[in-house]
């Protein structure tokens, strides 16, 4: 079984960066997808980044485009969302999961984009607020 914890949140005004983690355990070997996932408040959870292990592919969502940047560090099986100019309607709590057969990419095949239906495993999630 495979855990996950998203870290690295907090307060942040507008414009400003963060920088998120997420410490996967196990080994990446085991699961095919490791993504990121948002919350804003009263709305609904939605998918920002996905990060496919075999070849180091990233899908970002169409909104996370040019301000998100996710990475890898293979060594600490950890990920990374960067995020700058962090706008208020950012707020939320950031999640991260694993997919572990690949769902989630027959999912964003049919246009369907970044769904959580497609993840298997999830964190507790870290809280960014961006106000000033």
């Known amino acids: 079984r495979f855990s996950c914890r998203a870290s690295g949140g907090g307060l942040v005004q507008p414009g400003g960066s963060l920088r998120l983690s997420c410490a996967a355990s196990?080994?990446?070997?085991?699961?095919?997808?490791i993504g990121w996932f948002r919350q804003a408040p009263g709305k609904e959870r939605e998918g920002v980044s996905l990060f496919r292990n075999r070849d180091g592919f990233i899908y970002y969502a169409d909104s996370m485009k040019g301000r998100f940047t996710m990475s890898r560090d293979n060594a600490k099986n950890t990920v990374y969302l960067q995020m700058n100019s962090l706008k208020p309607e950012d707020t939320g709590v950031y999640f991260c999961a694993v997919d572990r057969d690949g769902s989630s990419w027959v999912v964003i095949g049919l246009g369907l984009g970044l769904s959580e239906r497609g993840m298997d495993y999830w964190g507790k999630g870290t809280l960014v607020t961006v106000s000033s």
């Open positions: 196990g080994s990446a070997l085991d699961y095919n997808a």
